[in-house]
């Protein structure tokens, strides 16, 4: 089985800095692209940001110049660095990726971790 944790969430004071952080371990036989996503109370989830296995970046215009994603192959790790919080970031982040597992490609999910920010 595939498992993504993600971790690095928390709460964090408007103008401030978090690093988030998610592992994909198991049966993994490659990795395609890794993106991170947010989901805010009575929204729908968006995409925050997305890096290909090639390391090309994607990132939504609300994010752009603020947030930046990186991965580590060797790792199976994608990480979103995130500064100039704002209020408006407040969510439940979640990490996803589209990977191989011996017998298919297909997309999974983590479990989320809240992200806060305060004013």
């Known amino acids: 089985q595939v498992q993504l944790v993600e971790s690095g969430g928390g709460l964090v004071q408007a103008g401030g800095s978090l690093r988030l952080s998610c592992v994909a371990s198991?049966?993994?036989?490659?990795?395609?692209?890794m993106g991170w996503y947010r989901q805010a109370p009575g929204k729908e989830r968006e995409l925050v940001a997305d890096?290909?296995?090639?390391?090309?970046?994607n990132y939504a215009d609300s994010v752009k110049g603020r947030f930046t994603i990186s991965r580590d192959n060797a790792k199976n790790t994608v990480y979103l660095q995130m500064n100039s919080l704002k209020p408006e970031d407040t969510a439940v982040y979640y990490c996803?990726?589209?990977?191989?597992?011996?017998?298919?490609?297909?997309?999974?999910w983590g479990q989320g971790t809240q992200v806060t920010v305060s004013s």
């Open positions: 198991g049966r993994i036989f490659g990795i395609n692209t």
């Open positions: 890096i290909t296995g090639g390391s090309s970046t």
């Open positions: 996803k990726a589209a990977l191989y597992n011996g017998d298919r490609w297909a997309d999974y």
